[in-house]
């Protein structure tokens, strides 16, 4: 059966074995490096009493939280789009066919 991608979907090169970590949304464990990881700042008071404090002229601290995601639930949440196969990156050694 042929491959799909060289990479096997991930981006360790030649590193080995890497680590795993756990989809935020269904639980499932997955390399970090084939994770879709994003990362959001998450302010700990309300917009309205933030507002106000900033007119004051106080800082709010915000905490950064970060999600790591698999490949369907990245996609199933629409933090990635499938391409099509001609918008897909090609390999220009053989010819495809579809």
């Known amino acids: ?3 799909k991608r060289k990479s096997g979907g991930r981006s360790k090169g030649s590193s080995g074995k890497s680590k795993s ?6 639980g499932r464990i997955v390399p970090v490096d084939k994770a879709k990881k994003y ?3 998450v302010s700990v008071v309300e917009p309205q ?3 106000e404090l900033r007119q004051q002229g106080s800082y709010i601290q915000t905490k950064v939280v970060t999600s790591h995601y698999c490949v369907s639930c990245a996609v199933h949440a629409g933090k990635v789009q499938i391409r099509q196969a001609t918008e897909r ?8 066919r579809f």
Request: charged share 40%; proline share 4%; hydrophobic share 20%.
């Open 21 to 26: 970590v756990q989809c935020t949304k269904c």
């Open 49 to 51: 009493l933030a507002r």
């Open 1 to 3: 059966m042929g491959k």
């Open 39 to 41: 990362t959001k700042r």
């Open 89 to 96: 990156k090609t390999v220009p050694t053989r010819e495809r």
